[in-house]
């Protein structure tokens, strides 16, 4: 079992930046493939970017390249979503994800969830 707390969200203008973390609980972090989604109001949550246990592998969604980078740190159960030229597009409930099958942009094979942060990106 995995828990995870996200945090970081916020107001923020269009071009600015954040970084959100998510705090995992557990001793088995490293093994768990890791990935941030996102759902904007009225619409359906979608796949923002994945990482590999070890860090060496990324998955970006192509709304998102060049913009976010993703990382971690199994030392202290944490990864992190670093948001740069934020766009009013943007703006939705960040979600971290936990999965021991594999890097995926597929949300369907996440099987822990975060309860999500609030991103708002005023023009």
């Known amino acids: 079992q995995v828990q995870l707390i996200e945090s970081g969200g916020g107001l923020v203008q269009a071009g600015g930046s954040l970084r959100l973390s998510c705090a995992a609980s557990?001793?088995?972090?490293?093994?768990?493939?890791m990935g941030w989604s996102r759902q904007a109001p009225g619409k359906e949550r979608e796949f923002v970017t994945a990482i590999s246990w070890s860090g060496d592998n990324t998955l970006y969604a192509d709304s998102v390249k060049g913009r976010f980078s993703i990382s971690r740190d199994n030392a202290k159960n944490t990864v992190y979503l670093r948001m740069n030229s934020l766009e009013p597009e943007d703006t939705a409930v960040y979600y971290c994800?936990?999965?021991?099958?594999?890097?995926?942009?597929?949300?369907?094979?996440?099987?822990?969830w975060g309860q999500g942060t609030q991103v708002t990106v005023s023009s």
């Open positions: 557990g001793r088995t972090f490293g093994t768990y493939f």
């Open positions: 994800a936990a999965s021991r099958v594999s890097m995926s942009s597929n949300r369907l094979r996440y099987e822990y």
